[in-house]
C-alpha cells in the first residue's frame, strides 16, 4: 500500500499562540498526534475535566461569521481555519487542544497552520486511509442566492465563485485540493469583511480580536489593509479555503468536485451533512454483522438469511440444527415437489440436481466460516470441489441433512468437507475450498 494510501497523523506536538478573532482571548493551541481512525477533535484543555469536542456536522451550533461546534454545553468557535489546514496537507487524525474556546486568528489565513503542521511533519500510520466517492450528484440553493453542489470527481476539487454585496468583487477560482495546491494557492489567502458589516458585528460581542493584520476589510471598492493582496483572487480563495474547513466536518475525505455560488458557513456547513446522509445511505446497503451465537444452537430460516446472502430460488438451506466444535455445522434442507429445478430436472422424473447438493454443502460450510470473529460481514466464494461423488438420487419428499467441517483456515482462504444425508444414507459429498471477501 503506497504511503499516500495511509492514514496520517502529525510525528510530533507542536503549538501556536495568538488573540482569538471574536472573543479578543489570548489562546495556545497545540496540534497533538492521535491514533488511527481518531478523526478529528477539539479538547478545551482550560476546562477542569478537558472535554473533547469530535469536529462533524453533526455538532455544528452556530454559523454567523464563522462556524461554531458544541458539546454537552462545552463550544469551540471559528474552527474551519485550523480544520482547513489539516485536511488541505493530508493530516487525518489529530487532537486540537486549546485553552481558550477559539483558536488564535493569526493572519487572518490558514498559512500559519500549515507551517505548524510542516514543523510537526506527517507520520504514517498503518491503517488505509478512509476516502467517500460522491457517487450521485447533491445539490443545494437558498433564497439568497447561494448555490452548492458536489458532483462526481476522482480527485476533490473546489470551484467557487465569491459574489460581494451589488455585485463587489465577484472573483472565480477553481483548483484540485492536495498538500501542493493547497499550500500554494488557498492556505494564504485571508479573512475579509466589508466594513458596513463591522458595526453589525460589534454589538453582537464579536471580532473583538480584529485588526487589520487579522482580515482583510473592504470599504466601498478600496481595502483598508496594511498588507496588499496576496492575490489579485483572495477573496474568493479564502471562500474556498472556508469550504474545505467546514466540508471536513462530514468527518469524510471525500472525491467530488465542489461547485459553489456564493457560499457561507451556514450552507457549507449543510452541505457537510448532505455528504453524511449520501454516506449513511450507502452503508446502509451493507448487511449488518450478525451474531452468530457460540457452542450448541440452531437457527430458523430467519436467522439463516441475516448470515447468507442468498435467496429464492438458491437458498439452499432451511435450518442449522447444530454446530460442534468451532469447526463442524449441520444444516437441513426440506426438498419439496414446488422447487423450481424440478420442472426441468426431470419431468415425470423429479432429482434434485447433484450441483445443487454441491452448493448446499457450500451455503452450511459458510456459516460455520462467518462465525469465526474475523470473518463475520464477509461472504464466502467457492473456489473448487474436489473428490465430488453423488451415490443416490434425492426426491422430492427427502430431508437433507448436511454436515460440513472446516478444517484449514490460512488468511482468506479456507478448506473443508461436506456430505448429504437422507434417512441415514450418504447422498453426495465433496472436498471444498472458499475464498472469503468483504460484502
Not at 462533524?56 to 474551519?80: S, W, Y
Not at 440444527?321 to 469447526?327: K, N, V
Request: glycine share 8%.
Amino acid at each position: 500500500m503506497a504511503q499516500s494510501d495511509r492514514q496520517h497523523t502529525l510525528a510530533k506536538p507542536v503549538s501556536i499562540t495568538g488573540t482569538s478573532l471574536h472573543t479578543g482571548e489570548q489562546v495556545t493551541l497545540t496540534l497533538q498526534p492521535a491514533p488511527e481512525n481518531f478523526g478529528f477533535k477539539f479538547r478545551r484543555v482550560d476546562l477542569e475535566d478537558r472535554p473533547f469536542i469530535p469536529a462533524l456536522a453533526e455538532k455544528v451550533q452556530k454559523v454567523e461569521r464563522a462556524t461554531t461546534i458544541a458539546e454537552g454545553g462545552v463550544n469551540v468557535h471559528t474552527v474551519e481555519h485550523v480544520l482547513s489546514a489539516l485536511t488541505g496537507m493530508g493530516v487525518d487524525n489529530c487532537i486540537i487542544e486549546m485553552d481558550a474556546n477559539e483558536p488564535p486568528i493569526a493572519d487572518g489565513s490558514a498559512m500559519p497552520f500549515v507551517e505548524l503542521i510542516k514543523s510537526a511533519g506527517l507520520a504514517v500510520q498503518k491503517e488505509a486511509r478512509k476516502v467517500f466517492e460522491v457517487r450521485e450528484p447533491i445539490y443545494q440553493e437558498t433564497r439568497d442566492g447561494t448555490i452548492l453542489t458536489i458532483v462526481p470527481d476522482k480527485k476533490f476539487r473546489v470551484s467557487c465563485t465569491n459574489v460581494g454585496p451589488n455585485g463587489r468583487f465577484t472573483q472565480y477560482f477553481s483548483t484540485e485540493i492536495n498538500p501542493e495546491t493547497y499550500e500554494k494557492e488557498i492556505a494564504s489567502a485571508r479573512t475579509f469583511v466589508y466594513y458596513e458589516d463591522i458595526a453589525p458585528l460589534m454589538e453582537k460581542g464579536l471580532i473583538k480580536g480584529g485588526t487589520l493584520e487579522a482580515a482583510i476589510v473592504i470599504r466601498g471598492d478600496s481595502l483598508l489593509s496594511k498588507q496588499p493582496l496576496r492575490y489579485a483572487d483572495e477573496f474568493v480563495r479564502h471562500k474556498i479555503l472556508d469550504i474545505v474547513g467546514d466540508l471536513t466536518l462530514s468527518g469524510k475525505r471525500i472525491l467530488g468536485h465542489v461547485i459553489a455560488v456564493r457560499p457561507g458557513h451556514g450552507p457549507n456547513t449543510e452541505l457537510a451533512r448532505a455528504i453524511v446522509k449520501q454516506y449513511e445511505t450507502m452503508r446502509s446497503m451493507v448487511p449488518a454483522t450478525v451474531n452468530i451465537p457460540l457452542g450448541d444452537a440452531v437457527l430458523d430460516i430467519n436467522e439463516v438469511m441475516k448470515i447468507l446472502p442468498h435467496r429464492y430460488p438458491f437458498l439452499l438451506v432451511d435450518r442449522i440444527i447444530g454446530f460442534e466444535g468451532e469447526t463442524k455445522c449441520t444444516g437441513i434442507k426440506n426438498v419439496t415437489i414446488n422447487e423450481p429445478f424440478f420442472q426441468g430436472h426431470f419431468p415425470g422424473h423429479p432429482i434434485m440436481p447433484g450441483v445443487l447438493q454441491l452448493e448446499a454443502m457450500a451455503q452450511v460450510a459458510s456459516v460455520v466460516l462467518l462465525r469465526m470473529p474475523d470473518n463475520q460481514g464477509k461472504i464466502g466464494y467457492f473456489m473448487s470441489a474436489d473428490n465430488v461423488k453423488w451415490r443416490r438420487p434425492v426426491m422430492p419428499g427427502d430431508t437433507l441433512i448436511i454436515e460440513t467441517e472446516i478444517l484449514k483456515m490460512k488468511r482468506s482462504i479456507a478448506t473443508g468437507v461436506g456430505r448429504c444425508i437422507v434417512n441415514g444414507q450418504v447422498v453426495s459429498e465433496a472436498d471444498l475450498m472458499f475464498s472469503l471477501v468483504d460484502r
